[in-house]
């Protein structure tokens, strides 16, 4: 280590292919830390020079490779993508490995909490994590400086109940859901004519009156509901068996994880509902509820345009979009009417009802395929508080004690 003009001081060192290596540094403070460090690496066969370090932008691109390889299902591969180009490549895609530091990452995370929300916060500084691993796994990186650093929970105390809706989305009343069924029996017969593709008038099924009554009353991800195939509905049993998902490739296959794979009762209202639906949805080699006219898995994109949006607009509960203008003035095209809720929300409703209905926390894991319970607290807990009744509760408590005559 020695001390030179144009740089206070620089750090001399043969790496462990014996090559003699230079780093510059401002302070001596910094070069004897980095001194260390180097020394450490060398010993440990873990060292990779700054020349040859490749950069966090290049070692994402090698961790999707790596996913892709695995098999990750589509949509989880996108969703990594959007991670990695939207947010982790815009701000340290340029830094080496061998330069990124714990403060830095530290950093980003907090850039990313105060930017976005936390969830998805969360979500990017885990994929940052996992490009360090696999980095380190490729002999490119000697410590993950990522390991440790999370996007924690907030406290409970920090927001009271109605913030924690909010964190969920809003969650439809009974009497709204109710008039979202009622409206889409009537809009929607389960045979209609509609106007084909050449212009001429044609019969079609029309799936979205029973779609929403399986979304509201089940509770699934309309990707689940979208995946549902006729064998795995038992009508008599009145239950759904829920073992397939579409993607947002309109792929059929399998739930993502184990917990998903799972059995969802139906009530009679739904049954009735879907044994009209079998009679009028068309054969389909995948054996489909709710195909696409072209017989293939539908896309949550049209479920949304052509049955999510338009039954709330019957309902009065939409609002205009102003046309998004073309550059030469002309409208391009008006977008969907902003309206109150999305099939996420009938999720959360269908939860909030079996909440209202007594069921135990695990068993609300179990029917809403939660990987953790905790997953099923941190989204649903102040449902669970909300419906205690503190002053039965303490009566209980009383008598318990006591006896029923108390004191």
């Known amino acids: 280590m020695r001390r030179t003009q144009a740089v206070r001081w620089q750090l ?20 004897q830390k980095h001194e260390t460090k180097v020394r450490g690496e060398l010993v440990d066969g873990t060292h990779t020079p700054d020349s040859t370090s490749i950069t966090v932008t290049e070692a994402g691109d090698l961790w999707l490779k790596s996913c892709e390889a695995d098999g990750l299902q589509a949509v989880t591969l996108k969703g990594y993508r959007e991670y990695l ?43 940052l994590g996992a490009i360090l691993k696999d980095a380190m796994r490729r002999g ?23 913030d924690r809706i909010d964190d969920i989305d809003r969650i439809p009343a009974p009497e709204e859901v109710g008039q979202m ?25 029309i799936p979205w009156h029973p779609l929403l009554m399986v979304a509201a009353f089940t509770g699934l991800r309309i990707s689940e ?44 209202a739904a049954i009735r509902v879907l044994k009209e639906w079998k009679m009028a949805c068309p054969p389909t080699d995948l054996d489909l509820v709710f195909p696409f006219w072209d017989k293939q898995p539908m896309h949550y994109n049209v479920a949304r345009k052509q049955c999510m949006v338009p039954v709330q607009v019957a309902c009065g509960w939409s609002k205009a979009r102003p046309a998004i203008e073309a550059k030469d003035g002309k409208k391009r095209r008006i977008p969907l009417p902003e309206v109150r809720y999305g099939f996420h929300d ?23 395929g939660h990987s953790t319970i905790q997953m099923t607290f941190d989204l649903y807990g102040h449902l669970f508080a909300r419906r205690e009744n503190n002053v039965d509760a303490m009566s209980a408590f009383e008598s318990s004690v006591f006896g029923r005559g108390g004191r």
């Open 225 to 268: 509901v979208l995946g549902l195939t006729w064998q795995n509905i038992d009508l008599r049993a009145g239950l759904v068996k829920v073992r397939r998902r579409v993607d947002f490739k309109r792929g059929l296959g399998p739930v993502k994880s184990r917990m998903g794979k799972r059995e969802v009762p139906i009530p009679a």
């Open 140 to 162: 490119l990186l000697a410590q993950n400086v990522a390991a440790g650093v999370r996007v924690e929970e907030r406290r409970a105390e920090d927001y009271d109940d109605e």
């Open 181 to 205: 069924l009622r409206k889409a029996e009537e809009m929607w017969p389960l045979i209609m004519e509609v106007e084909g593709d050449d212009g001429e008038l044609v019969r079609r099924p």
């Open 12 to 31: 001399q060192y043969v790496d462990a292919e014996g090559v003699r290596r230079y780093r510059n540094f401002g302070t001596k403070a910094e070069a």
């Open 85 to 127: 180009n939207l947010h982790i490549k815009p701000t340290l895609g340029t830094t080496k490995l061998s330069r990124l530091t714990r403060p830095m990452v530290e950093t980003f995370k907090d850039e990313m909490v105060k930017k976005r929300s936390r969830v998805l916060a969360r979500k990017v500084v885990s994929a």
């Open 346 to 368: 009938l999720r959360h409703f269908a939860a909030s009802m079996f909440i209202e209905m007594g069921w135990n926390a695990k068993r609300i894991q179990a029917v809403m």
